[in-house]
């Protein structure tokens, strides 16, 4: 649920991956019921869950839904904004 609901769709600029990462270990903690008092590493609760790094997941969603907008049809509006986007 985590994965579908909340990772999904939160988006993520540059300047902020740093707090979003930190807010995602704090859930995970929060899930798993670990404290960081019991010195376990990130790592090893991402492992528990099967979770990849967060900003690793969202470039993947971003990079599927760029693949998505390509295979659009030449007149779709969604392909002539990015189009339109990529000038700047």
Not at 75 to 81: A, H, I, P, S, Y
Request: with cysteine.
């Amino acid at each position: 649920m985590y994965s579908s609901c909340v990772r999904n769709s939160m988006p993520i600029r540059n300047e902020n991956q740093v707090a979003f990462q930190q807010a995602e270990v704090g859930l995970i903690r929060w899930m798993c019921g670990i404290k960081l008092q019991d010195r376990v590493p990130s790592k090893r609760l991402r492992e528990r869950l099967g979770l990849n790094n967060i900003i690793l997941v969202v470039q993947q969603n971003t990079l599927r839904w760029y693949g998505h907008v390509l295979q659009k049809e030449d007149n779709d509006w969604v392909k002539n904004l990015l189009s339109v986007l990529s000038c700047y």
